[in-house]
């Protein structure tokens, strides 16, 4: 079955930085576009970033651009968000996502929050 296992959030400091790891199974990876999306607290879940099956296509959400770069290893089933500048406005819960044979499918997420 379909599993996306998040791993890498973690408590830092506004400016600081951090990269998260989305590790796929039980489906052919590199087919799929792969989406990271975040809730932050009292917020609806919103779409950050994705990239496209081969990696040549990526976009952002507009508070992210230039700040946040999405990657993807299909040799290893992984997906990657790099997250530099970070403010105290990115603190949420941050999930991986692929849409597999038209459904949804989620990680459990992994927290990020910036604080001093």
């Known amino acids: 079955q379909v599993q996306l296992v998040e791993s890498g959030g973690g408590l830092v400091q506004p400016g600081g930085s951090l990269r998260l790891s989305c590790a796929a199974s039980g489906f052919t990876f590199s087919n799929y576009v792969m989406n990271w999306f975040r809730q932050g607290p009292g917020k609806e879940r919103e779409l950050v970033a994705l990239?496209?099956?081969?990696?040549?296509?990526?976009n952002y959400a507009d508070s992210v651009k230039g700040r946040f770069t999405i990657s993807r290893d299909n040799g290893k089933n992984m997906v990657y968000l790099r997250m530099e500048s970070l403010k105290p406005e990115d603190t949420a819960v941050y999930y991986c996502n692929t849409d597999y044979r038209r459904q949804g499918y989620w990680g459990q997420g992994t927290q990020v929050t910036v604080s001093s």
């Open positions: 990239i496209s099956s081969i990696g040549d296509y990526t």
